[in-house]
């Protein structure tokens, strides 16, 4: 299920939002203070309180209409089959046309990929919607038809019936309650919990203790890598357990080592960090729920900086599948997510409203900052630091390191980018210099920063000046193997699939692809000596201009309709090539592991 669409209307700061866009991936609210940001998101829990909009004119409740909340959902037709098997004996009510068969017609509503319906959520009542719900008939005056559905030993039988009764509304509230998780930015105490058996993170994860018991107790694995992402986020966590403290209840424990020998040298959840138990829930919720919608509100403060950019890198590389909402007032939580939608909140004396910005515009991103009152940069904390060449490694290299080499990232071991890596090749300044003000930067982050290493790439540099640049270095510097990160990723096939995928239709294949490159290639804008027809030749590979090259050919092919943005889309083509041909990113897996190798090693 996706939330493609919002509008609060007369609840809390909120007279009345306009409708605001949602899209697949991080979409981020950001303002100030007390500007509505977590009153938009509340709106659009499952349960709607009952907290009119009051202003100076009207503020007894006698006056004020109940607020009301407009979603516009997405979901597919087994969702829909899922949620009725889930209901059992109990009866939904599915609209269907005049003149068709129920069966049939049921049965093709449910073998739909993708059924949008506009509901209204109001206090203490279901979903309602405009008949018929799903949208997928015009009704008129004979549309007087509706399908009885039940469920019975796993399968669902329909009858036919009379009126204009429609009850799909109240099973998308309870789809809705299922897939949406909103978590608060107060501090969570979730430390102990009943020993019953939990295969989902109630409300407010009041049992999460009880889904990791079952977690460790059903699937091991899965528990184990949430373990693993916990160490990555906080590099103060060794190991965690679940232990039982009597009277049918467990409690979750925290180790500082990975080595778990005595209870007495492990530490209460309750008695831990703030927000530990918002990143224990929230991982809990992404790894065990599919296509939901995730909430987090004012994800800054109960985070420190390098906590959030790595958890935000964790839920876009390894649970994309997921839709998120939040909220923030911190400028690295904006630089770091590359969010999809940018939503700015701001609210005058009792009034709350939402500006939808354009995330390309630099104008827009400067009115970010103002509003925020803070530059626009990063501040990190960690044992071991990689300054790469930019966002798009800072993203597409933990991942390298971590679902295609297989390991986890060493404990206090982060990638983090430069202001600007032309400043290490400049003719004009003092390169040695700026390596003593980055590694004195990284050691004015952290006290307990240990080792620095620095990775850029190649671009045209000669073989001297990559010499003289690692020797002034003294050794901390690795240089890319090829000109830049995009030469790994230039194949036809996995063009083809990225250019499809963000277009939602096929408008290439392959071969088209390849000959595009090839056609380009042959450009004065692109040719290097080495080209001779071959996309596959290495030595081409090396010098060509990839990122430029792959965005020309993605403008051509889609016909204007996609532009590559070498920050989030790296790293889309990253994942295909992995999956079509792994064998031509094996030279990049290894240049990643050498670089945490020598780092976390040093």
């Known amino acids: 299920m996706k939330l493609l669409n919002a509008r609060v209307i007369g609840f809390q700061s909120f007279e009345d939002s306009g409708n605001i866009t949602f899209l697949d991936g991080i979409n981020l609210f950001v303002g100030q203070n007390n500007s509505g940001k977590s009153a938009f998101l509340r709106a659009l829990q499952p349960s709607l309180a009952d907290d009119r909009h009051r202003c100076k004119e009207k503020w007894q409740d006698f006056l004020l209409p109940l607020p009301r909340v407009r979603l516009k959902l997405q979901y597919s037709g087994e969702e829909l089959k899922e949620a009725l098997l889930q209901r059992g004996v109990n009866e939904v009510y599915i609209p269907i046309p005049d003149g068709q068969s129920c069966q049939a017609h049921v049965t093709e509503i449910l073998s739909t990929q993708y059924i949008t319906t506009e509901v ?16 997928l008939f015009t009704p008129n005056d004979q549309s007087k038809y509706f399908a009885i559905s039940r469920a019975s030993g796993g399968n669902l039988n329909f009858a036919p019936s009379y009126g204009m009764n429609d009850t799909v509304p109240s099973v998308l509230n309870e789809i809705w309650s299922r897939k949406m998780f909103y978590f608060s930015a107060e501090r969570m105490n979730v430390g102990t919990s009943s020993a019953e058996p939990a295969q989902r993170l109630a409300d407010n994860a009041r049992n999460l203790p009880s889904v990791l018991l079952t977690l460790n107790g059903d699937r091991g694995t899965l528990f184990q890598r949430l373990v693993g992402h916990a160490r990555e986020v906080f590099s103060t966590i060794g190991n965690l357990s679940i232990r039982p403290v009597g009277g049918g209840a467990v409690e979750i424990r925290v180790w500082p080592t990975e080595s778990m020998e005595h209870v007495e040298l492990s530490f209460p959840l309750l008695n831990s960090g703030t927000g530990i138990s918002q990143v224990l829930s929230i991982l809990t919720a992404v790894m065990t729920v599919e296509n939901a919608v995730i909430m987090i509100d004012e994800i800054n403060s109960f985070l420190h900086p390098a906590a959030v950019k790595s958890l935000i890198r964790i839920l876009k590389t390894q649970y994309s599948s997921h839709q998120y909402i939040i909220s923030t007032h911190a400028p690295e939580v904006i630089s770091f997510s590359d969010p999809k939608t940018i939503n700015l909140v701001s609210r005058v004396n009792y009034n709350s409203k939402v500006k939808q910005l354009e995330v390309e515009q630099v104008e827009s991103l400067k009115e970010i900052a103002d509003n925020l009152g803070v530059s626009m940069t990063d501040v990190f904390a960690a044992d071991n630091i990689i300054w790469v060449e930019g966002p798009t490694e800072e993203l597409c290299f933990p991942y390298l390191f971590e679902s295609l080499c297989g390991k986890a990232l060493p404990r206090g071991t982060i990638f983090t980018s430069v202001v600007a890596t032309g400043d290490f090749i400049s003719k004009r300044r003092d390169k040695e210099l700026i390596y003593q003000i980055y590694e004195k930067l990284s050691g004015a982050a952290s006290p307990l920063v240990r080792n620095v290493t620095f990775s850029f790439d190649s671009e045209d540099l000669s073989a001297s000046d990559k010499e003289d640049m690692i020797r002034m270095s003294r050794g901390r510097l690795h240089l890319l193997p090829r000109r830049h990160l995009e030469c790994y990723v230039l194949n036809p096939e996995a063009l083809a699939r990225f250019l499809n995928q963000k277009c939602g239709e096929e408008v290439t294949d392959g071969t088209r692809v390849a000959s595009m490159l090839q056609s380009l290639s042959e450009n004065e804008r692109f040719i290097v000596p080495e080209f001779d027809g071959d996309l596959e030749n290495s030595s081409w590979l090396s010098r060509v201009d990839a990122a430029n090259l792959i965005a020309t050919a993605c403008t051509t092919l889609s016909d204007h309709r996609v532009n590559f943005r070498k920050k989030g889309d790296t790293l889309e ?15 990049l897996r290894k240049y990643v592991e050498s670089l945490v190798g020598s780092t976390a090693g040093g």
Request: no cysteine; hydrophobic share 35%.
């Open 573 to 587: 083509l990253l994942k295909f090539v992995a999956e079509i041909a792994p064998h031509q990113i094996l030279e």
């Open 120 to 135: 209204t959520s109001e206090p203490n009542r279901d979903f309602s919607a405009d008949y018929p719900s799903h949208g």
